[in-house]
């Protein structure tokens, strides 16, 4: 077993445990990060595979992105976890089906690949050294694959806006000002100008006198 194989077995190792911990943690922050480990894993199996664009583009979308945005969301709502626990088993063994169907979908995809017969090498089998995958992943994204990535796109737009909509709260002692109220002010009522005279005189000054000094 060379190296690269070794590494391949570290990572895949690392990643599944990862993974099992993403759905088994308690804590969503403590889930959040052990995807995050996930992605990593995954990007350095990916690296292996030669496909560096695809590796740094998970850790900079993914885990610079998605996961911070994820993160932040899940420490500003303050989930109640008693809560949520509450219809677990209710709703495990739908989500149980599920996720068989998800895992035998998956092996009967990567086993047709196994199950794939080697291309034969020659001339019209090998890739030319000059052709980088990243310029031929743009040309299918952009081309075969544009509605998918435009509707990736909306999905995560609204992603960020359900985000910022699910932790913006109207706090009663914030000082902020309604921009739109800003917009239709007039100069007369941020200012009063008052007219006084330039030359006041002195008050007069008082000339009582106390009883002790009150002559006899």
Avoid: C
Avoid at 118 to 139: C, F, M, R, Y
Avoid at 150 to 171: D, F, G, P, S, Y
Avoid at 196 to 211: L, Q
């Amino acid at each position: 077993m060379d190296a690269k194989t070794g590494l391949f077995y570290v990572f895949a190792a690392v990643l599944l445990f990862a993974a099992f911990r993403v759905i088994t943690a308690r804590n969503p922050v403590h889930a959040a990060l052990f995807l995050v480990l996930a992605f990593f894993q995954a990007a350095a199996v990916w690296i292996l595979l030669k496909a560096e664009f695809l590796a740094i583009t998970l850790v900079l979308v993914y885990v610079g992105a998605v996961m911070v945005l994820f993160l932040f969301v899940v420490m500003m709502l303050d989930i109640n976890l008693d809560s949520v626990r509450k219809g677990f088993w209710k709703h495990f063994p739908l989500a149980g089906t599920v996720g068989a169907i998800i895992a035998l979908e998956m092996s009967y995809v990567l086993m047709g690949g196994f199950r794939e017969p080697p291309k034969l090498a020659g001339a019209a089998g090998q890739i030319d050294a000059q052709v980088s995958n990243t310029k031929e992943l743009g040309k299918l994204l952009y081309s075969q694959y544009i509605y998918p990535l435009e509707i990736a796109a909306v999905i995560l737009l609204v992603a960020i806006i359900a985000a910022i909509a699910l932790t913006l709260r109207k706090r009663k002692d914030s000082k902020g000002i309604n921009p739109a109220e800003q917009v239709r002010v007039k100069a007369a009522d941020r200012v009063r100008l008052v007219k006084m005279k330039s030359v006041v005189a002195a008050p007069m000054a008082s000339t009582a006198v106390s009883a002790e000094e009150k002559p006899s």
